[in-house]
């Protein structure tokens, strides 16, 4: 398992923004069709997780973006 995650490191480290943006369109779209199968007693909390688990990762995701971007801008400006 742990020479998997290290090829997957080694290919996400190749992506270009199109390869991510297909990624989420991907992920997006699986989401809709998953979405359409719940039933509508449980479509509230669904669309209640859903959010809070975007949320966190969406966070995750763009923290480490905005340091790297606020070095660059740093860098740039000195």
């Known amino acids: 398992m742990k020479q998997w ?10 992506w270009k923004i199109r390869d991510v943006a297909l990624l989420k369109l991907c ?5 809709f069709l998953f979405g359409m199968g719940i039933p509508k007693r ?13 949320s ?6 763009m923290l ?3 340091k790297l971007l606020d ?3 740093k860098e740039g400006a000195a």
């Open 27 to 31: 992920v997006c779209a699986a989401g």
């Open 56 to 61: 966190v990762t969406y966070v995750l995701v």
């Open 71 to 73: 070095s660059n801008l």
């Open 42 to 54: 449980h479509r509230n909390k669904a669309s209640i997780a859903a959010s809070i688990i975007f």
């Open 5 to 14: 995650l290290n090829t997957a490191d080694e290919y996400i480290k190749s």
């Open 64 to 66: 480490p973006f905005l």
